[in-house]
């Protein structure tokens, strides 16, 4: 009987198997190419667009590399995967893809032999682009400089290591393609929504992720972890103290800098930068479509936001300092936290030159740091970070800078500037877990530290 | 009253704990390599060591410094027993007007305590908070090629902090 039992089960988990791996089985595209002349340039100016929204060069490019030629370490709770060579050369990069290979790769995760892809490259959200626009990004691509350099295997945990995990993956989160129009919205308001979810792809940072790495979609764009750093929430979910209108939006994604939010920093930085070469319609419509998540109710949001310019101003003018007895006077209580009162003499040395200025500056002015999203998140990770990183515009070119101070500061000062920020400058509670955050940085290997 | 000890010496300075160390070395301590160039962190002519890491002097408060080890252009040698960092500057003749080039030895000498032979990716990378105005960076580039030959065999990866 029990072997009977057995060899049923037996049976029954094969022929699962078996129809898994029928399911997830997908052949080899054969070889294909068009040479590069005869794309339309128009079509090809138009996939360059694209890819500057998709961030496509990010992940596709590694530091000191040649364009999109790969070996970006992306680091994932389970290993690390590197972006690979997208060029098209035609034996380490893509240039053996046909269009229809191309597409499958965007929408399905498989790559033109039939290998499935692992998630890190975000098919999840480009199965929502449209025909057109693959088109457009395919002619893109195939009209870069080729690059021969053979794409670095991955380096993950068991299971995650065979790639069909990757297929048992998708049949368990891949759901959905393309984007259902709402006709009660504008027409800027659907092409921001499909643009976000799409080519995009800001909720492979911004939303946060299950156990198995897939976004929880019934938590959409409440913040999640991109590259070591905490993505904030968008829209209602934002910590940002003043609401993100529209305008602050668009010129935050069109400039590089909001004056009621600050700068980019981390890995949005370059995310901001491609930007630059998007049309301005494009960003409009997903700063129209951003600001819009979560249905505020606009009353109180202009409430919110008179608020929090209040309270930042009421902070940016009060002199820090252990006695209190610099200029305008505001001396800490007398009950104050010591480690308020030791990061408040740090802040005073390290941070005040440019962040309490009350002059002129020779730099742009950094916002006030009671609007600062880092400052009012709920836990200190972007705070961290940029107090040990700084803020660094790319290598040979002009941009908002803060030095890092790495180095400057021992853990144990940080911390304390840390709870003196967080208890001066915003309304938040103090943060619990300031030490456990900066060990685990401290763990992590950061891009300034590595040996190009 | 803060204890500081810069360049193995331990000095006991009375000033406001939020003074920048910038102003305690040229000040009080008469020690007058690292320059005073922008207050902002933004040119690097203040660099110092601190337990072997560059940092801006100008950004950095005192009260941050007990127990600490500062380093400055003084401690790695004399006008009459050049260390080899300095060696390998006036060797090259790294030198224009020579208002960031403490800085510039100070983020070299990290830069070859923790990697004895840099590629010259890792030299640019590590010398780019540093601004020279006059246009010696080639110079100075290979000053700090010449220091990481001269230094290879001299000294241990990361020499033990004097305290």
Same mark, same amino acid.
């Given at each position: 009987?029990?072997?009977?039992?057995?060899?049923?089960?037996?049976?029954?988990?094969?022929?699962?198997?078996?129809?898994?791996?029928?399911?997830?089985?997908?052949?080899?595209?054969?070889?294909?190419?068009?040479?590069?002349?005869?794309?339309?340039?128009?079509?090809?100016?138009?996939?360059?667009?694209?890819?500057?929204?998709?961030?496509?060069?990010?992940?596709?490019?590694?530091?000191?590399?040649?364009?999109?030629?790969?070996?970006?370490?992306?680091?994932?709770?389970?290993?690390?995967?590197?972006?690979?060579?997208?060029?098209?050369?035609?034996?380490?990069?893509?240039?053996?893809?046909?269009?229809?290979?191309?597409?499958?790769?965007?929408?399905?995760?498989?790559?033109?032999?039939?290998?499935?892809?692992?998630?890190?490259?975000?098919?999840?959200?480009?199965?929502?682009?449209?025909?057109?626009?693959?088109?457009?990004?395919?002619?893109?691509?195939?009209?870069?400089?080729?690059?021969?350099?053979?794409?670095?295997?991955?380096?993950?945990?068991?299971?995650?290591?065979?790639?069909?995990?990757?297929?048992?993956?998708?049949?368990?989160?891949?759901?959905?393609?393309?984007?259902?129009?709402?006709?009660?919205?504008?027409?800027?308001?659907?092409?921001?929504?499909?643009?976000?979810?799409?080519?995009?792809?800001?909720?492979?940072?911004?939303?946060?992720?299950?156990?198995?790495?897939?976004?929880?979609?019934?938590?959409?764009?409440?913040?999640?972890?991109?590259?070591?750093?905490?993505?904030?929430?968008?829209?209602?979910?934002?910590?940002?103290?003043?609401?993100?209108?529209?305008?602050?939006?668009?010129?935050?994604?069109?400039?590089?800098?909001?004056?009621?939010?600050?700068?980019?920093?981390?890995?949005?930085?370059?995310?901001?930068?491609?930007?630059?070469?998007?049309?301005?319609?494009?960003?409009?419509?997903?700063?129209?479509?951003?600001?819009?998540?979560?249905?505020?109710?606009?009353?109180?949001?202009?409430?919110?936001?008179?608020?929090?310019?209040?309270?930042?101003?009421?902070?940016?003018?009060?002199?820090?300092?252990?006695?209190?007895?610099?200029?305008?006077?505001?001396?800490?209580?007398?009950?104050?936290?010591?480690?308020?009162?030791?990061?408040?003499?740090?802040?005073?040395?390290?941070?005040?030159?440019?962040?309490?200025?009350?002059?002129?500056?020779?730099?742009?002015?950094?916002?006030?740091?009671?609007?600062?999203?880092?400052?009012?998140?709920?836990?200190?990770?972007?705070?961290?970070?940029?107090?040990?990183?700084?803020?660094?515009?790319?290598?040979?070119?002009?941009?908002?800078?803060?030095?890092?101070?790495?180095?400057?500061?021992?853990?144990?000062?940080?911390?304390?500037?840390?709870?003196?920020?967080?208890?001066?400058?915003?309304?938040?509670?103090?943060?619990?877990?300031?030490?456990?955050?900066?060990?685990?940085?401290?763990?992590?290997?950061?891009?300034?530290?590595?040996?190009? | 009253?803060?204890?500081?000890?810069?360049?193995?010496?331990?000095?006991?300075?009375?000033?406001?704990?939020?003074?920048?160390?910038?102003?305690?070395?040229?000040?009080?301590?008469?020690?007058?390599?690292?320059?005073?160039?922008?207050?902002?962190?933004?040119?690097?002519?203040?660099?110092?060591?601190?337990?072997?890491?560059?940092?801006?002097?100008?950004?950095? +408060?005192?009260?941050?410094?007990? %127990?600490?080890?500062? *380093?400055?252009?003084?401690?790695?040698?004399? @006008?009459? $027993?050049?260390?080899?960092?300095?060696?390998?500057?006036?060797?090259?003749?790294?030198?224009?007007?020579?208002?960031?080039?403490?800085?510039?030895?100070?983020?070299?000498?990290?830069?070859?305590?923790?990697?004895?032979?840099?590629?010259?990716?890792?030299?640019?990378?590590?010398?780019? +908070?540093?601004?020279?105005?006059? %246009?010696?960076?080639? *110079?100075?580039?290979?000053?700090?090629?010449? @220091?990481? $030959?001269?230094?290879?065999?001299?000294?241990?990866?990361?020499?033990?902090?004097?305290?």
């Amino acid at each position: 009987m029990l072997g009977r039992i057995i060899a049923g089960l037996v049976v029954a988990i094969a022929v699962a198997f078996g129809a898994f791996y029928a399911w997830a089985w997908h052949g080899e595209i054969a070889p294909a190419s068009t040479p590069a002349a005869l794309f339309d340039p128009g079509v090809v100016a138009k996939g360059a667009k694209l890819a500057a929204i998709g961030n496509c060069g990010t992940c596709h490019t590694q530091a000191g590399g040649k364009p999109y030629a790969g070996g970006f370490p992306v680091e994932t709770p389970f290993g690390t995967v590197y972006g690979s060579n997208i060029t098209p050369d035609p034996e380490t990069g893509i240039g053996s893809w046909s269009q229809a290979a191309f597409q499958r790769a965007l929408r399905e995760g498989v790559s033109r032999r039939g290998d499935h892809l692992y998630p890190a490259f975000p098919y999840d959200h480009f199965r929502h682009m449209s025909d057109g626009d693959i088109a457009a990004l395919y002619a893109f691509m195939m009209t870069r400089q080729p690059v021969a350099l053979k794409s670095r295997e991955p380096e993950l945990t068991f299971p995650m290591n065979i790639r069909l995990s990757a297929a048992a993956w998708k049949l368990i989160f891949l759901r959905g393609g393309g984007i259902a129009r709402d006709t009660a919205k504008s027409e800027e308001w659907n092409r921001g929504a499909y643009l976000v979810a799409g080519i995009g792809h800001c909720g492979s940072c911004h939303t946060p992720r299950n156990a198995f790495g897939a976004e929880k979609k019934s938590d959409e764009f409440a913040g999640g972890m991109g590259e070591g750093w905490r993505a904030p929430g968008l829209g209602s979910k934002s910590p940002a103290p003043a609401p993100w209108t529209q305008a602050q939006l668009y010129t935050y994604l069109r400039d590089g800098f909001a004056d009621q939010h600050g700068v980019p920093a981390g890995p949005m930085q370059p995310v901001v930068r491609n930007l630059q070469k998007a049309d301005d319609a494009d960003v409009r419509a997903m700063a129209t479509y951003i600001s819009t998540l979560g249905n505020q109710d606009r009353a109180l949001a202009d409430r919110n936001l008179r608020d929090a310019l209040d309270f930042a101003h009421a902070r940016a003018v009060r002199v820090p300092g252990a006695t209190g007895s610099a200029t305008t006077g505001s001396s800490p209580p007398a009950n104050a936290d010591p480690a308020a009162t030791a990061g408040a003499a740090i802040f005073a040395g390290a941070c005040a030159t440019c962040h309490r200025s009350g002059g002129g500056l020779p730099i742009a002015r950094p916002v006030a740091l009671g609007l600062s999203t880092a400052v009012n998140a709920p836990e200190p990770t972007g705070f961290v970070r940029t107090v040990l990183d700084g803020i660094h515009p790319p290598p040979d070119e002009a941009g908002r800078f803060m030095p890092s101070f790495n180095g400057t500061l021992t853990d144990a000062q940080i911390i304390a500037l840390a709870t003196y920020v967080r208890a001066h400058y915003s309304r938040q509670p103090p943060w619990a877990n300031v030490a456990a955050t900066l060990s685990q940085i401290r763990r992590q290997p950061t891009a300034a530290m590595e040996a190009p | 009253m803060i204890e500081l000890n810069v360049n193995g010496e331990t000095h006991r300075v009375d000033v406001d704990p939020r003074t920048p160390l910038l102003y305690v070395l040229r000040n009080d301590l008469k020690l007058n390599a690292a320059k005073f160039g922008c207050g902002l962190g933004q040119c690097g002519a203040c660099t110092v060591l601190i337990d072997h890491s560059p940092v801006f002097s100008c950004l950095t +408060p005192i009260s941050v410094l007990e %127990g600490r080890y500062v *380093r400055t252009v003084e401690g790695l040698g004399s @006008a009459d $027993k050049p260390g080899p960092v300095q060696k390998a500057f006036i060797d090259e003749q790294a030198a224009q007007c020579g208002y960031c080039i403490p800085g510039m030895m100070m983020r070299a000498q990290a830069l070859l305590e923790r990697t004895a032979s840099p590629s010259d990716a890792q030299i640019r990378q590590a010398m780019a +908070p540093n601004l020279c105005r006059c %246009g010696t960076q080639m *110079r100075i580039l290979r000053a700090v090629k010449r @220091a990481a $030959k001269a230094m290879v065999g001299e000294l241990t990866p990361v020499r033990e902090a004097q305290k």
